[in-house]
Structure formats: structure tokens, C-alpha cells
């Protein structure tokens, strides 16, 4: 009896074992064959012998996740970008090596410098899935590649499990998923107990007023987790539309992408649009900024928040949209967010 129930234990270890190194993203024991394996949105295995500790990072959404992580240091080189677009003042106050330029910019999302990267020697690249002959390039190298494509929230909260195990942070990964569910799980909390028709929300892209977003983009996923509904009912993505479609729609407010050279007064004085219900009740809006609403990051609930409070305000009449961003800066860069609220 005894003899079977040690074959029955062995035999329960083992197929534990087995399961356990089938689960994605999944960091195996020292002296194994590799000890750090995630898949990335390609679908292409990534192994590494131990955690990340030379990372070149060309997605400006994930290298705020990177920050989050408290991986900073692990990063030696960045997208251009992060030097002359929008968040560059946010990443300066993050780590004084982008506010003084020390850090490597080999690329962006639309040009690459392979023969930097390599001299780089870097451990991990992190780029568009898209960029797929820098992709190849880099990998023809020898260097890991892991590809990004965020469509949904769920891929931001897979990004960031994935980064937690490339990083050796998957535990202070899993603490600001489970922090970002509880924030979701507020917002819905407040719905339930309200009786409103969902309000409709036609979205505005920088590039004009008839620019906007589609059912199946992340801005159709924000609108909806704000308990609101998406005036624009095309299955795509990004959609351009022709004005009299927006007159069919009438929606009853629009929500601009932040955008440094228009303002909800130019949207609101367009003479060919004053029909619209939005523009008769001034029910036009613009969110703050690029880097605390970034819908490809877990500051996603902020810009929900954001939303939620312009379209039910007396429903959402205790929510401080001033102290959630404080919070939510607070929490997810530590003692930088504070320097990030002046």
C-alpha cells in the first residue's frame, strides 16, 4: 500500500511538472535548457536564459509599461520619439538618461538602425509586430525579438504579464493587473446603479473631424467600459467618414484625442455641424493628454474615468478626476508620479 501511494505521488509530481512547463510565460529552474519563455503576439517563442538586463525598446506605450515594471534600468535604448514627441517631458521626469539624452535611439516605428541595435548588444528588442523586415533583420543577428500588436485591453494586460517574466518583475506585473481590474470593477460598480441610456460617443482622431474610430478598435472598448455607446457602427478599426454620416448618427457628445492644435471651441464653431445634439448642448470634449490617457497602457481606466464623468456627471458626481490621476500616477511609477503631478 505504501509502495503504491509513492508511485501515485511521483506520478502526480511528474504530470505537475509536465503541465507547468506547457503554460506560457513560464520561467523554468536554474540550469534548464533556458529558463524564461513567453510568446509574443506573433505567436513566436521567446527564450532567454535568465531576465532581460540589456532591453531596447522602440513602442513608447511599452516603455511606460517597462517603467511601471521598475525595469528602467534594464533599458538601454529607446524610440526616437520618446526625445521629440509628446511624452517626452513625462519621460524626462521618469529618468534623468532621456531627460539628458544618454539613452541610444536606434529607431522608431517606421525606420529602424539595425547596425545600432547590434552594436547595442542588446539582450531583448521590443518593436511593432508590424516592422517585420526589422524583425527579421534583427533576429538574422542572433538577438530576441519580442513583436507587439495591442488591439483590445486584454493585450495590454498580456504585454505587461509577458514583460514581468522577460524582466524578472512578473509579481509586481501581476500586483498592477490585479490593481487595474479592482479600478474597472469600480467604474462598473457605479453603472449598475444607475437607470441611464447609454449616452453616444462619436470619437475624434487628430487627423479631423471625420476621422474617428470603429467598433473594433480599443477606443470602442473604452467608450463601452465608460457606459457609453460608440456612435460610429463600421466593423474597422480606424474609419473615415462623410459628414452626413455623422448627421445620421447625432451623437449626443464627442471626445477629441488629445490634440496640440485644435481645441473643443474649434469643433464646437464648425458653421456645417451646428445641428448636431452634441453642439447645441456643448457636449464636446478633449482628453488631457497622450501620456495619462494612453488607451495601450494600464492608464486606460483614467481616460474610462475621464469619459464616464463627461457623460453622467451627476452619477459620477463624487469621482475627482484630479485625485484619480494622482492615484493612478502614485501607483504605477512610485515616487516619480508625484514629480509627474507638478
Given at each position: 500500500m505504501r509502495a503504491y501511494?509513492?508511485?501515485?505521488?511521483?506520478?502526480?509530481?511528474?504530470?505537475?511538472?509536465?503541465?507547468?512547463?506547457?503554460?506560457?510565460?513560464?520561467?523554468?529552474?536554474?540550469?534548464?535548457?533556458?529558463?524564461?519563455?513567453?510568446?509574443?503576439?506573433r505567436n513566436k517563442e521567446i527564450t532567454l536564459t535568465k531576465p532581460a538586463g540589456r532591453i531596447i525598446c522602440l513602442i513608447e506605450s511599452g516603455l511606460s509599461g517597462l517603467y511601471m515594471l521598475r525595469a528602467e534600468k534594464q533599458v538601454i535604448g529607446v524610440s526616437s520619439g520618446i526625445y521629440n514627441e509628446g511624452a517626452s517631458a513625462q519621460y524626462a521626469v521618469l529618468d534623468d538618461r532621456i531627460k539628458n539624452k544618454e539613452l541610444s535611439a536606434p529607431g522608431n516605428w517606421d525606420f529602424v538602425s539595425i547596425e545600432n541595435i547590434v552594436t547595442l548588444q542588446p539582450d531583448l528588442v521590443i518593436i511593432w509586430a508590424s516592422q517585420t523586415e526589422s524583425i527579421q533583420s534583427i533576429e538574422?543577428?542572433?538577438?530576441?525579438?519580442?513583436?507587439?500588436?495591442?488591439?483590445?485591453?486584454?493585450?495590454?494586460?498580456?504585454?505587461?504579464?509577458?514583460?514581468?517574466?522577460?524582466?524578472?518583475?512578473?509579481?509586481?506585473a501581476d500586483s498592477l493587473i490585479a490593481l487595474t481590474k479592482r479600478e474597472i470593477g469600480k467604474l462598473k460598480s457605479i453603472q449598475q446603479s444607475s437607470n441611464d441610456k447609454p449616452k453616444s460617443v462619436y470619437f475624434i482622431w487628430n487627423q479631423g473631424l471625420t476621422e474617428t474610430a470603429g467598433t473594433t478598435s480599443t477606443v470602442n472598448e473604452l467608450i463601452e467600459l465608460a457606459g457609453a455607446k460608440n456612435?460610429?457602427?463600421?466593423?474597422?478599426?480606424?474609419?473615415?467618414?462623410n459628414k452626413e454620416r455623422l448627421f445620421d448618427w447625432n451623437p449626443d457628445l464627442m471626445v477629441m484625442w488629445c490634440n496640440p492644435?485644435?481645441?473643443?471651441?474649434?469643433?464646437?464653431?464648425?458653421?456645417?455641424?451646428q445641428p448636431l445634439k452634441a453642439i447645441q448642448d456643448k457636449q464636446v470634449y478633449e482628453l488631457p493628454s497622450a501620456f495619462l490617457?494612453?488607451?495601450?497602457?494600464?492608464?486606460?481606466?483614467?481616460?474610462?474615468?475621464?469619459?464616464?464623468?463627461?457623460?453622467?456627471?451627476?452619477?459620477?458626481?463624487?469621482?475627482?478626476?484630479?485625485?484619480?490621476?494622482?492615484?493612478?500616477?502614485?501607483?504605477?511609477?512610485?515616487?516619480?508620479?508625484?514629480?509627474?503631478?507638478?
Open positions: 501511494r509513492a508511485v501515485c505521488i511521483v506520478l502526480i509530481v511528474f504530470f505537475s511538472a509536465a503541465y507547468t512547463s506547457c503554460r506560457p510565460g513560464r520561467v523554468k529552474p536554474a540550469g534548464s535548457a533556458f529558463a524564461i519563455q513567453v510568446s509574443d503576439f538574422e543577428h542572433g538577438i530576441p525579438v519580442y513583436g507587439v500588436f495591442l488591439k483590445s485591453f486584454e493585450d495590454v494586460y498580456k504585454e505587461i504579464r509577458d514583460f514581468g517574466t522577460l524582466t524578472g518583475t512578473s509579481q509586481r456612435s460610429c457602427t463600421v466593423s474597422q478599426e480606424h474609419v473615415v467618414i492644435s485644435k481645441s473643443p471651441k474649434d469643433i464646437l464653431s464648425l458653421s456645417e455641424i490617457c494612453d488607451l495601450w497602457t494600464l492608464k486606460f481606466p483614467y481616460a474610462a474615468k475621464t469619459i464616464a464623468k463627461w457623460c453622467y456627471s451627476s452619477i459620477y458626481a463624487d469621482l475627482n478626476l484630479e485625485d484619480e490621476k494622482r492615484e493612478m500616477l502614485l501607483e504605477l511609477y512610485g515616487e516619480k508620479g508625484e514629480k509627474l503631478l507638478k
